[in-house]
């Protein structure tokens, strides 16, 4: 079994800074990219940021110059730093993982529970 659990979701004033962080656990073979995926009240989940295994990273343009993601492989942690946060930033924000199981074939992708993020103006 694989699981990925957040952490770091909370309310903030406009202007503000929040950081989230993701750690995988369980029977992890390997894992590609991760990222970062946000869905806000009847909107469709988006992706906001990726960063590979490489270290490429992809942002949303909505988030460019805000947002940063970062990535320890060795502790299976992904994290997500956001800057000067926006009204438009208050979603549900979920952990993603393109990830292989040990013994398994082939990679899938693997999502956390989700934690909120607030914006107050």
């Known amino acids: 079994q694989v699981q990925l659990v957040e952490s770091g979701g909370g309310l903030v004033q406009a202007g503000g800074s929040l950081g989230l962080s993701c750690v995988a656990s369980g029977s992890i073979f390997s894992i590609n990219t991760m990222g970062w995926y946000r869905q806000a009240p009847g909107k469709q989940r988006e992706l906001v940021a990726a960063?590979?295994?490489?270290?490429?990273?992809n942002y949303a343009d909505s988030v460019k110059g805000r947002f940063t993601i970062s990535r320890d492989i060795a502790k299976n942690t992904v994290y997500l730093h956001m800057n000067n946060l926006k009204p438009e930033d208050t979603a549900v924000y979920y952990c993603n993982a393109d990830l292989a199981q040990r013994g398994a074939v082939g990679y899938r992708k693997y999502w956390g529970q989700g934690t909120q993020v607030t914006v107050s103006s």
């Open positions: 960063v590979t295994s490489g270290g490429s990273t």
